[in-house]
């Protein structure tokens, strides 16, 4: 609610800004600017000229500023706003205080990103008709790992190597290996039937 509170309050005071006739001197200017300084909730703009002006968020989306950001901003004497982001490189952050759902009914939904994708929760359900992965090489630390496949798992590899601490163990109802070349078992003791 504080959050809503400060965003409407902020939207309210740019719609007077705009609509309110300038008492004295220069007009509302409307314009880019860079942020050199950030505080809290307020920035320091670098605006055309060589003059500085501070200035209070309002923009649409949760951003977090950094310095070097070029904004769209609005303002005259000490009341000054950005309502614009035009480049940047800070956080966006979205909150929700229930669910959020992201639906594409008649096309897809496609999560782009230069460094990567994070997803951390206490439980991940993915449900899927076909599920495909793509990728140069895939690594998994995992504590452990149950797999039921009901029907039969195909596999085409260029090597398998497996490395086992403790126990091995191998059950079917009946097993076939076939080596084009030798075959070495090597162990202290090799029991048979």
């Known amino acids: 609610m504080a959050l809503e509170s400060a965003f409407t309050n902020t939207h309210l005071a740019v719609h007077e800004l705009l609509e309110a006739p300038a008492a004295a001197g220069e007009g509302t200017r409307l314009g880019p600017g860079r942020i050199v300084a950030v505080e809290g909730r307020r920035v320091v703009l670098a605006l055309d000229g060589g003059a500085t002006a501070t200035a209070r968020l309002a923009l649409v989306q949760s951003y977090a500023p950094v310095v070097g950001d070029e904004v769209l901003a609005i303002g005259r004497d000490d009341a000054w706003y950005v309502i614009g982001l ?16 992201f639906a594409a009914p008649r096309g897809r939904i496609d999560l782009l990103a230069r460094d990567g994708v994070f997803i951390k929760s206490g439980l ?23 797999q039921w496949v009901s029907g039969a798992v195909h596999q085409r590899l260029g090597r398998v190597r497996s490395h086992v601490e403790g126990d091995y163990d191998l059950k079917a109802g009946r097993i076939t290996e076939l080596a084009d070349d030798d075959v070495t078992i090597d162990g202290k003791r090799i029991y048979l039937g």
């Open 124 to 146: 991940v359900d993915i449900v899927a008709e076909k599920l495909q992965f793509t990728a140069r090489h895939l690594f998994e630390r995992l504590t452990d790992l149950t």
């Open 86 to 101: 035009l480049e940047g490189s800070g956080t966006t952050t979205f909150v929700a205080p229930g669910d959020i759902e």
